[in-house]
């Protein structure tokens, strides 16, 4: 298997794109995200061409040449069509490898065949786990690679979905499916993917700060702990600083207005810490400024040479630059994640 230590799964979002731009070199090097296109319900074939070939392109741009993985996990026949004729065109030069899994259509396991074989790429294989493991997914999976080229090289996407606290034997179904999936192929690299960061509503910051434990991080050292022969050779993904569920949100048109509230994310070792932060109002700079210094002064705050997240944290907390907004709140929080990630996992 190959020397993959971190997938992070990303919408593609400019917060996202964004996050991933600012990691340093060598954060990048053992990091390959997996990219999930937005659902389009209702998009003609005009608009979804113009969305397909805006969402490739920024991603594209952003990867240069490193492989990564790229998902319509919610498209409809029409849509898997569209994106396998543009993934087509962009094959030769972009390093994005196509998606699919066994409960896919047969038409979107073609096409990402197709794709895999055309680009010489191969094609990641995602199985989702989102309680517990059918066992007749293996069989499933199986047919699939059955039907790809000999030439194609098969990545393992085990997707666990959201893993918090009402999932205690989320560690157990994975080790499950990996029991039954691992021996199916000589797969080229097997990543176990997961979503630890809580729904958060006003209600949950109600007091400005709070920790929630990172329940799919907990799960991940269950599995590579597990002494199977395969442990060594996994690769760690998760859903960075956003519910699992977030790739799921259909795609709108930026607007103005929004909620009146926002937080601040930080990764520490076992949880996620949340400040809450103001979108507008009079007590938005000073409040925001005092939630940011909230979280350089804790003990678990890495510097402000770690990542540009805690870059931003640090000028934000001192003064300097902007308090932010949405986009720019999401984009710091996964930016120190992604970092401290894939940090951890090289020294680990």
Request: hydrophobic share 40%; glycine share 8%; charged share 25%.
């Amino acid at each position: 298997m190959s020397e993959l230590l971190y997938v992070p799964v990303l919408p593609v979002r400019r917060h996202a794109v964004t996050a991933y731009r600012w990691l340093s070199a060598v954060d990048r090097r053992n990091t390959a995200p997996l990219w999930n296109l937005p659902p389009w319900p209702g998009a003609d074939a005009p608009a979804l061409a113009v969305e397909l070939r805006k969402g490739l392109g920024s991603v594209s741009r952003v990867q240069c040449h490193r492989s990564a993985w790229i998902d319509a996990p919610f498209a409809d026949e029409t849509q898997v069509a569209a994106l396998a004729d543009i993934l087509g065109e962009y094959s030769a030069l972009s390093p994005l490898r196509p998606v699919t899994g066994p409960e896919r259509s047969p038409l979107q396991q073609t096409a990402s065949l197709a794709v895999a074989a055309h680009s010489g790429r191969g094609v990641g294989v995602r199985v989702r786990v989102t309680r517990e493991w059918d066992a007749g997914a293996a069989e499933a999976v199986r047919s699939l690679l059955a039907r790809a080229e000999p030439t194609v090289r098969a990545d393992l996407l085990l997707d666990m979905d959201a893993v918090l606290g009402d999932r205690p034997d989320a560690g157990k179904e994975a080790l499950r499916a990996l029991d039954a999936l691992v021996p199916l192929t000589p797969w080229r690299s097997v990543s176990v993917l997961s979503g630890g960061f809580p729904q958060v509503t006003a209600e949950t910051l109600d007091r400005g700060t709070r920790e929630e434990p990172r329940w799919d991080w907990a799960m991940w050292h269950e599995v590579v702990h597990s002494r199977r022969a395969y442990a060594p050779s996994l690769s760690y993904g998760d859903y960075g600083t956003q519910p699992a569920d977030t790739i799921a949100r259909v795609a709108r048109p930026a607007q103005k207005g929004g909620p009146d509230w926002g937080f601040l994310r930080y990764t520490a070792d076992r949880a996620f810490v949340m400040a809450k932060v103001l979108h507008r109002g009079d007590e938005k700079i000073p409040l925001n400024r005092a939630a940011a210094r909230e979280l350089v002064e804790s003990a678990d705050f890495r510097g402000p040479r770690a990542s540009a997240g805690e870059s931003w944290l640090r000028d934000c907390a001192c003064g300097n630059g902007s308090t932010g907004g949405f986009e720019t709140w999401l984009s710091v929080g996964n930016a120190q994640h992604f970092a401290f990630v894939a940090h951890t996992l090289r020294s680990r």
